[in-house]
């Protein structure tokens, strides 16, 4: 399983994280350089996504997270870094929901979401066979 925390801590770039309130619906945010900013009142699960996202801001090399394929780039790079395939796989064998499978692999829905919908063509046809044998 793939720790945000320790790729933040092992970073060597000087990326600072302050825990702050936001006054509207952001949930964090980067200079893109070195800082990060997180809501201080987000569920552990949501942290550990956000502080991914934003470190795939960084490692994007993106400064303006207004443009929405950036946004794009950022939130595949996080389901990928949080979501292994091999865990996905695991999941999709016996998870009934998309909350069930989300809260196994300690992801935000959102990310579980966002990891199917850039699967590659064979990695859906594989999770394809796996559902249909769950099924039959």
């Not at 979401?113 to 099924?135: C, M, Q, T, V």
Request: aromatic content about 8%; charged content about 30%; hydrophobic content about 40%.
């Amino acid at each position: 399983m793939h720790h945000p925390w320790r790729e933040l801590r092992e970073r060597g770039d000087g990326v600072v994280l302050h825990f702050t309130r936001f006054n509207d619906t952001r949930v964090a945010a980067t200079n893109g350089n070195n800082a990060i900013w997180l809501d201080q009142d987000l569920l552990q699960v949501e942290r550990r996504c956000a502080i991914q996202h934003e470190q795939a801001h960084i490692d994007l090399g993106h400064t303006n997270c207004d443009d929405p394929r950036e946004e794009q780039a950022a939130r595949r790079l996080t389901a990928q870094k949080l979501i292994h395939w091999d865990a996905l796989v695991d999941v999709f064998k016996w998870a009934h929901t998309a909350f069930e499978a989300a809260d196994e692999l300690w992801v935000t829905p959102e990310v579980l979401e966002d990891r199917l919908r850039f699967l590659l063509p064979h990695e859906k046809g594989l999770l394809r066979l796996i559902g249909a044998s769950r099924h039959a």
